[in-house]
């Protein structure tokens, strides 16, 4: 089935110390999203990329980078994980074209960020 | 202001009763709209979708969704709950002329066995 993988499931990472998540997909989906899930919280988009076009959302802090090195691939690096960066991150897939919205946006599980 | 309310935070139903959980907007014109499932350390899963054309939708695990132009409201809802159905669910719009969602808060639903 063509799906968003995430990897990994579980991240555990040290105060300061850099961490990359990855995100894959099999739907040739052109763009990609990334959300910052805190508990009991609707999901807060970081960035996303419109083919190879980087569009970051206004308060996303700098300590967030992406990259996107194909179609099928998007990472999210923290540069300097603060205790307040555990969160779970979402990675999303959508199709969209031209003027037109898009269809709808699909998940992976996620990765859980635990920050020691 | 642009925006998208769960008024409900928490839901308890028994199981086999109806469930009804509410979604309003507010934009000029109609947005997609859009439901999405959460179960716990998973991600979200899409129940149903409007773009347009009829008003009733249809989506997976037995639920269903109304739009309602006149009220700015797109309620989801199934006759008969089951307890695999306790989980968090997400109304999510995309406004006219974007392709990004705003989410509303969600409503996190607790079944009684």
């Known amino acids: 089935d063509a799906m968003v993988i995430q990897n990994p499931r579980y991240q555990v990472t040290q105060f300061g110390k850099p961490v990359t998540l990855s995100c894959s997909q099999t739907l040739n989906h052109n763009v990609m999203y990334w959300y910052q899930q805190k508990s009991s919280q609707a999901p807060k988009l970081l960035f996303h990329y419109y083919d190879k076009d980087f569009n970051n959302e206004a308060d996303t802090p700098d300590n967030f980078q992406s990259r996107r090195p194909n179609t099928s691939f998007c990472f999210l690096d923290i540069r300097s994980p603060g205790l307040g960066d555990a969160a779970m991150y979402l990675c999303a897939t959508s199709r969209t074209s031209g003027t037109e919205r898009s269809q709808p946006q699909h998940f992976g599980d996620g990765t859980r960020l635990s920050i020691l | 202001a642009q925006s998208v309310t769960q008024p409900d935070i928490h839901i308890t139903v028994s199981e086999g009763a109806s469930l009804e959980l509410r979604c309003n907007y507010s934009y000029g014109a109609t947005p997609y709209l859009f439901w999405y499932v959460q179960s716990p350390g998973q991600g979200l899963q899409l129940l149903l979708k409007?773009?347009?054309?009829?008003?009733l939708v249809q989506g997976i695990k037995g639920f269903e969704a109304e739009f309602k132009r006149s009220q700015s409201s797109f309620n989801l809802r199934k006759p008969s709950v089951h307890w695999s159905d306790a989980a968090e669910y997400f109304c999510?719009?995309?406004?006219?002329?974007?392709?990004?969602?705003?989410f509303g808060t969600g409503t996190r639903l607790k079944v009684l066995a």
């Open positions: 409007y773009f347009s054309g009829d008003t």
């Open positions: 999510a719009v995309a406004p006219p002329g974007t392709y990004k969602y705003i």
